[in-house]
């Protein structure tokens, strides 16, 4: 294929911004102007000189030179608008926004064909671990039966923070806003919101389901207190924030995003700081760990600049499990094991445990372990975010095994970790 001279309109100079930059121009065998930046703030101090910049996004948009946007701002509804719009007028664009992907996925989707561009977004879920391409061109025909992981940088350093140096909570999330993880925003990470938005990109891809977030059920680490690092301690885990998404039968997946102890003998158990894991479960495959850095301007750069070269080569993502059509429903109705770490015997009582395997009430904090229904966490998400609790999935599989399809296989744990 014959390679069009890459010329650039880069819209954001932040952290990914400028280390895809650095990446750019320590990458020798790669070729692409960058002839614009746009960006917002007029008074800031910028590492290059003036020239290489414009605050009006015409600029990029309205040069017909230009032929391949990306986009790496902040601001996800102004990022929908400088995307839709450079579509519309034909130019592909790489994106890290991982908000703007997955509130618009389906829309996005359905403008590729319309304009025939390409759109592409490995550097919005897990930074730098090749997790979209992999679902689309290597996991195509494969009968996948989960995907789990940790995919939120910010979180995974708070977590590894309080566990291996008991640093407070709010210090931790400070020294990973300086690192440069966190968003803007940090309760998009806290709050579990931008593990979930990664998680439904994810979704589109593994499953061929284009989800609203706001089906999916989300729980972050903010509520987290040092008693919940010490119970997990004294058990020999750790916590981490894993979202979750699988077949419950033949055309039926589930997900969620919660917090979830991890034993020593696990994957993600060493998965720590900003890095990210992804662990897939498959029926040819079996299970595979993919691990890299999940947050950080060269990490993300580093993803980004693999899209830009494959847009090069006139990559586009097919949509291959979405084409194929084989999952077809969505449900909420699922069984998960949890700890309820908690102080008013009133709020345990919203939870509606069906089993009860473990209870302590102590001077600081009692704790309930039991089963409960994803649907029913999902019906208190609003109540959940005042509540004085906070819930860890123990992993324990609770639900019949997902559908075997004829494969010889030993009994499957969905909540292998
Ligand atoms: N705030 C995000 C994280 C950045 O911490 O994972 C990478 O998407």
Same mark, same amino acid.
């Given at each position: 294929?014959?390679?069009?001279?890459?010329?650039?309109?880069?819209?954001?100079?932040?952290? @990914?911004?400028?280390?895809?930059?650095?990446?750019?121009?320590?990458? #020798?065998?790669?070729?692409?102007?960058?002839?614009?930046?746009?960006?917002?703030?007029?008074?800031?101090?910028?590492?290059?000189?003036?020239?290489?910049?414009?605050?009006? #996004?015409?600029?990029?948009?309205?040069?017909?030179?230009?032929?391949?946007?990306? /986009?790496?701002?902040?601001?996800?509804?102004?990022?929908?608008?400088?995307?839709?719009?450079?579509?519309?007028?034909?130019?592909?664009?790489?994106?890290?926004?991982?908000?703007?992907?997955?509130?618009? %996925?389906?829309?996005?989707? $359905?403008?590729?064909?319309?304009?025939?561009?390409?759109?592409?977004?490995?550097?919005?879920?897990?930074?730098?671990?090749?997790?979209?391409?992999?679902?689309?061109?290597?996991?195509?025909?494969?009968?996948?039966?989960?995907?789990?992981?940790?995919?939120?940088?910010?979180?995974?350093?708070?977590?590894?923070?309080?566990?291996? /140096?008991? &640093?407070? +909570?709010?210090?931790?999330?400070?020294?990973?806003?300086?690192?440069?993880?966190?968003?803007?925003?940090?309760?998009?990470?806290?709050?579990?919101?931008?593990?979930?938005?990664? &998680?439904?990109?994810?979704?589109?891809?593994?499953?061929?389901? %284009?989800?609203?977030?706001?089906?999916?059920?989300?729980?972050?680490?903010?509520?987290?207190?040092?008693?919940?690092?010490?119970?997990?301690?004294?058990?020999?885990?750790?916590?981490?924030? @894993?979202?979750?998404?699988? #077949?419950?039968?033949?055309?039926?997946?589930?997900?969620?995003? &919660?917090?979830?102890?991890?034993?020593?003998?696990?994957?993600?158990?060493? @998965?720590?700081?900003?890095?990210?894991?992804?662990?897939?479960?498959?029926?040819?495959?079996?299970?595979?760990?993919?691990?890299?850095?999940?947050?950080?301007?060269?990490?993300?750069?580093?993803?980004?600049?693999?899209?830009?070269?494959?847009?090069?080569?006139? +990559?586009?993502?097919?949509?291959?499990?979405?084409?194929?059509?084989?999952?077809?429903?969505?449900?909420?109705?699922?069984?998960?094991?949890?700890?309820?770490? +908690?102080?008013? $015997?009133?709020?345990? $009582?919203?939870?509606?445990?069906?089993?009860?395997?473990?209870?302590?009430?102590?001077?600081?904090?009692?704790?309930?372990?039991?089963?409960?229904?994803?649907?029913?966490?999902?019906?208190?998400? $609003?109540?959940?975010?005042?509540?004085?609790?906070?819930?860890?999935?123990?992993?324990?599989?609770?639900?019949?095994?997902?559908?075997?399809?004829?494969?010889?296989?030993?009994?499957?744990?969905?909540?292998?970790?």
């Amino acid at each position: 294929m014959t390679q069009e001279k890459l010329r650039i309109g880069l819209f954001g100079y932040g952290c @990914v911004g400028q280390g895809l930059h650095d990446v750019l121009n320590s990458s #020798k065998g790669f070729k692409a102007d960058i002839v614009k930046i746009c960006v917002k703030d007029r008074t800031k101090m910028r590492r290059i000189p003036m020239t290489n910049f414009t605050f009006d #996004k015409n600029d990029i948009l309205n040069d017909s030179s230009i032929n391949l946007v990306v /986009e790496l701002i902040d601001d996800a509804d102004e990022a929908f608008n400088i995307v839709t719009t450079a579509m519309r007028s034909g130019k592909n664009v790489v994106t890290a926004n991982k908000m703007m992907v997955a509130k618009h %996925f389906k829309e996005l989707v $359905e403008m590729q064909s319309k304009y025939k561009v390409s759109l592409l977004y490995e550097a919005s879920a897990g930074a730098s671990i090749p997790i979209i391409r992999n679902l689309e061109e290597y996991y195509d025909n494969e009968l996948l039966y989960s995907l789990r992981g940790i995919l939120n940088g910010t979180t995974n350093y708070i977590l590894t923070k309080m566990h291996n /140096e008991g &640093l407070p +909570y709010a210090e931790a999330l400070k020294e990973a806003q300086e690192k440069g993880f966190a968003e803007s925003d940090p309760t998009l990470d806290v709050e579990g919101w931008d593990a979930k938005y990664k &998680l439904c990109i994810i979704t589109g891809h593994a499953y061929g389901l %284009f989800l609203e977030p706001e089906q999916v059920f989300h729980y972050g680490i903010n509520t987290i207190s040092k008693f919940d690092i010490q119970y997990a301690k004294e058990k020999g885990f750790k916590i981490k924030l @894993v979202p979750f998404v699988g #077949k419950t039968n033949e055309n039926t997946i589930t997900s969620f995003v &919660l917090p979830r102890f991890i034993s020593s003998d696990k994957y993600l158990y060493n @998965v720590d700081n900003e890095y990210n894991g992804v662990i897939t479960e498959a029926a040819f495959a079996d299970k595979q760990f993919f691990s890299g850095k999940g947050a950080g301007g060269h990490a993300t750069g580093s993803a980004v600049l693999s899209d830009i070269s494959a847009n090069s080569y006139g +990559y586009r993502y097919e949509y291959k499990k979405f084409q194929q059509g084989t999952v077809s429903k969505y449900t909420r109705d699922f069984k998960l094991e949890v700890y309820l770490r +908690y102080n008013d $015997e009133k709020d345990k $009582e919203l939870f509606g445990f069906e089993e009860v395997s473990e209870y302590f009430s102590g001077r600081f904090y009692k704790y309930v372990i039991g089963v409960v229904n994803l649907e029913r966490l999902y019906s208190l998400r $609003e109540q959940l975010r005042n509540l004085d609790v906070f819930i860890v999935n123990t992993g324990r599989k609770i639900n019949p095994p997902t559908l075997q399809m004829g494969v010889e296989h030993k009994e499957r744990d969905q909540n292998l970790g």
